[in-house]
């Protein structure tokens, strides 16, 4: 089955998310989601032995804190997008990033094993969005604070992996 999904109003989600949205903006939500892993494993591919324990400053995270941030995120959006898909509207607290990133060591993991459990999350996050059905997507759920539909929740999960992906080309790979 194919789903097609229609971006989010501004509505949709609270303002500061606004920037994941735009980096989905119209296209293909499924093909922005099932790319995801490839092209961040394009994009990291070749990379000397040492890139996962670079960062671009100090104080900030190195490239496998990145990836692990990303599986993280990747579970927390997905599981408020499961609980307003399913109408389980129960308010969902936030969750501190830097307070994870600090609290999963990945150093002794490498790249490649990290880009591998980002593909699974992944994996599984299209599988739910694949199978939603029309009534799911207008479906809401208050987390943060902030009142999400699903079809935001799915968004926001491409664009947030797009998001660090452009960081990544940006701020720590050279030339």
């Known amino acids: 089955m194919r789903m097609q999904a229609t971006p989010p109003e501004a509505t949709e989600f609270p303002p500061h998310?606004?920037?994941y949205v735009a980096l989905v903006g119209t296209d293909d939500l499924l093909a922005a989601l099932t790319g995801g892993p490839d092209a961040?494993?394009?994009l990291l591919a070749g990379g000397p032995p040492t890139l996962g324990d670079v960062s671009?400053?100090?104080g900030k995270w190195t490239v496998k804190q990145v990836l692990g941030h990303l599986c993280d995120?990747?579970?927390?959006?997905?599981?408020?997008?499961m609980r307003a898909a399913r109408g389980d509207g129960t308010p969902l607290p936030g969750y501190d990033d830097e307070a994870w990133a600090a609290a999963w060591d990945v150093s002794g993991l490498s790249v490649p094993e990290l880009l591998g459990e980002f593909r699974a999350v992944r994996t599984a996050?299209?599988?739910l969005v694949r199978h939603l059905n029309g009534a799911a997507w207008d479906r809401t759920v208050t987390a943060n604070g902030g009142v999400f539909t699903v079809r935001a929740l799915a968004y926001l999960i491409a664009g947030h992996e797009r998001h660090h992906r452009a960081l990544l080309r940006e701020r720590y790979l050279p030339g």
């Open 17 to 19: 998310y606004a920037r």
């Open 40 to 42: 961040l494993e394009a």
């Open 56 to 58: 671009y400053a100090p």
């Open 73 to 81: 995120s990747e579970r927390v959006f997905a599981y408020r997008l």
């Open 125 to 127: 996050s299209v599988q």
